[in-house]
């Protein structure tokens, strides 16, 4: 199992950035695809961002243009930086590792803590 700590939550006024990390406890060798998803109250946990070790990316709609996932394996480190932030962002952000494909992340991959992103209007 791959152990992940999030980090880089907070509060943050609509318009401004975050940057999320997501430290994981293995190499990115035995990882395919890494990623972020989030839970606000009352509704689904739902994907955000995701990487897979071939450099390939998957966006939510509601972030494309605004979010940027990254991957720096010497560190052991993925981030998702959040720019333009709104307040429909707000929600729990976690982190998520799986050896498999970014389709079944939710399912079956290994899940971090959480971080929690507020975003005031």
């Known amino acids: 199992q791959v152990q992940l700590v999030e980090s880089g939550g907070g509060l943050v006024q609509a318009g401004g950035s975050l940057r999320l990390s997501c430290a994981h406890s293995r190499s990115t060798f035995s990882i395919n695809a890494i990623g972020w998803f989030r839970q606000a109250p009352g509704k689904q946990r739902e994907l955000v961002a995701a990487?897979?070790?071939?450099?390939?990316?998957n966006y939510a709609d509601s972030v494309k243009g605004r979010f940027t996932i990254s991957r720096d394996s010497a560190k052991n480190t993925v981030y998702l930086q959040m720019n333009s932030l709104k307040p429909e962002d707000t929600a729990v952000y976690y982190c998520?590792?799986?050896?498999?494909?970014?389709?079944?992340?939710?399912?079956?991959?290994?899940w971090g803590q959480g971080t929690q992103v507020t975003v005031s209007s």
């Open positions: 998520n590792a799986h050896r498999g494909p970014i389709a079944t992340m939710i399912a079956f991959g290994s």
């Open positions: 990487i897979t070790s071939g450099g390939n990316t």
